[in-house]
């Protein structure tokens, strides 16, 4: 099974790193795709290493851009586009 996950909102500390190590445990194909407030769970380290392995991690530019303006992404930046192809070649979409 491939998963791709959309995660707009924060405040997923309690979920997000235990759902992924299970995914993980599993030998559950994933992705992830960061936008709008997001990105605020991306600076938890636990999860960056986590995301490693993902067979695809991005962060949208723009939202990155409104809370981290000086700061380097952990992750690759992207766009809409980038999420529009994520969901072309998955069997499920989780939107969290």
């Not at 979920?15 to 936008?35: A, D, N, Y």
């Not at 303006?69 to 690759?76: A, D, G, Q, V, W």
């Amino acid at each position: 099974m491939n998963l791709l996950l959309i995660i707009s909102h924060k405040n997923y500390e309690a979920f997000l790193c235990p759902f992924i190590s299970q995914l993980v445990k599993r030998g559950i194909q994933f992705q992830c795709f960061f936008t709008g407030e997001g990105v605020l769970n991306l600076e938890q380290s636990e999860l960056i290493d986590l995301l490693k392995k993902s067979s695809s991690s991005v962060v949208c530019h723009q939202s990155w851009q409104k809370f981290f303006n000086e700061t380097s992404s952990p992750i690759n930046e992207g766009s809409q586009t980038n999420l529009s192809e994520m969901i072309a070649d998955q069997v499920k979409v989780v939107s969290l």
